[in-house]
C-alpha cells in the first residue's frame, strides 16, 4: 500500500478462519484514517454487494467466486493506484469468470485503477485488456494492442482456439 500497488495472488490467499469483514479490515491495515476504512469498504460493497450480505460469515466458507470478490476486495481496501490480480479465473465456473472479469473492467474505468492481469484464458484477458503481452517459458514472445493481438494468425491458432 505505501507504494500504491495491491496485489491479489493466485488460489486468491484469503484467511480462511477469519470473517468476511475482518479480511477486508486488513486490506486496510496501512490506512490509518478510519473514514477512508469505511469509504472503501463502501467501495467495495458496492462492487461485491455479495460480500456486503457475507460480511460476518467465516472466509472459508465461501463459494470460490465469493472468495475471488473477496481476495479482490481486500488489495483494493488500501486504495491501490495499481493492482496486480494473478489468475483470477482459476477454479471458477464459467459465469463467475465473467462475473469477475466484468469487475475487473468496472474497478479499471470507475476508479481509474492501472489493473495487470495475468490470465491462462487469453481470450478473456485480451477481450477485456487495453494492451497485452505474450509470455512463452517466461519470454515477451509478442505485445501489442488487445485487438491486434486478438487478430494475430499466430496468436489466434496457439492461443484462441481459431
Request: hydrophobic share 45%; aromatic share 6%; proline share 4%.
Amino acid at each position: 500500500m505505501a507504494r500504491g500497488l495491491s496485489h491479489v495472488p493466485e488460489g486468491r490467499m484469503i484467511f480462511a478462519n477469519l470473517t468476511v469483514l475482518e479480511n477486508l479490515q486488513l486490506g486496510a491495515y496501512l490506512v490509518r484514517d478510519k473514514k477512508i476504512v469505511r469509504r472503501e469498504l463502501e467501495l467495495v460493497f458496492a462492487t461485491f454487494p455479495r460480500l456486503s450480505e457475507r460480511g460476518q460469515q467465516i472466509a472459508g466458507t465461501l463459494s470460490g467466486g465469493e472468495q475471488q470478490m473477496l481476495a479482490i476486495g481486500r488489495a483494493l481496501m488500501s486504495q491501490p493506484r495499481f493492482l496486480m490480480l494473478d489468475e483470477p479465473s482459476l477454479g471458477l465456473a464459467p459465469l463467475l469468470v465473467k462475473t469477475i472479469f466484468e469487475k475487473i473492467v468496472e474497478i479499471n474505468r470507475e476508479r481509474g485503477l492501472t489493473i495487470l492481469l495475468v490470465e491462462q484464458n487469453a481470450n478473456l484477458a485480451l477481450e477485456i485488456s487495453h494492451f497485452g503481452y505474450v509470455l512463452e517459458t517466461g519470454r515477451v514472445v509478442l505485445s501489442g494492442d488487445s485487438a491486434a493481438l486478438r487478430q494475430n494468425p499466430q496468436i489466434r491458432r496457439a492461443y484462441l482456439g481459431g
